[in-house]
């Protein structure tokens, strides 16, 4: 992904300095993120596609496959996230769209550990989520509500929101983000 990001960048003859404006995304992260440092936060990601002009997609496909796509639990192969440069942020993404090139949502499985920290969040698009384990708490509009196993939430993602750990215990969810083009 690292290499997508500087590609597209660089055929739009653009500075690491230029996207961070466009994109609002600080210099420092999109230089961690083209050195592979760090997998960035879905919301960091979708600001950097969308200053890219390319869908969420173009970054985290790595070879077509033909439909259906199945992604086999014991298959899943995880993205550690970053919401700070050059930190774990205790978030793990397991992309399950990753090979269906003409896809419009990006679905994930993601794990969330006990303390994991991530700062608010506001992109185009919707999000829906359902909680498999533990507890969450979404933060969206400035409302914090618990989520447990089970629970769902589908919300406008320009609002901004925050999907964290309760309780000091770790959680699982599944996510799909849609992002019109």
């Known amino acids: ?58 970054f985290m496909d790595d070879q077509y496959k033909p439909d259906p796509l199945i992604v086999r639990a014991d298959e899943r192969l995880s993205e550690r996230a970053s919401h700070k440069p050059c930190m774990t942020g205790g978030y793990h993404y397991f992309p399950l769209g990753r090979g269906k090139t003409d896809r419009h949502m990006e679905p994930f499985y993601i794990e969330i550990d006990a303390h994991a920290a991530a700062p608010l969040s506001s992109h185009e698009g919707e999000e ?45 969810i599944y996510a799909v983000i849609f992002m019109p083009l």
């Open 1 to 58: 992904m690292a290499e997508r990001v500087r590609t597209y960048r660089e055929r739009l003859q653009m500075t690491e300095a230029e996207l961070a404006e466009k994109s609002g995304i600080s210099v420092n992260v999109i230089a961690a993120v083209e050195a592979g440092e760090v997998y960035p936060a879905l919301g960091v990601l979708v600001k950097l596609s969308r200053a890219l002009g390319q869908r969420l997609g173009t």
């Open 128 to 172: 829906f989520i359902v909680v498999v384990s533990g507890a969450v708490e979404l933060v969206c509009g400035g409302v914090t509500q618990t989520l447990r196993a089970g629970d769902s939430a589908y919300y406008n993602s320009v609002v901004q929101h925050l999907v964290k750990p309760s309780g000091g215990q770790t959680a699982a």
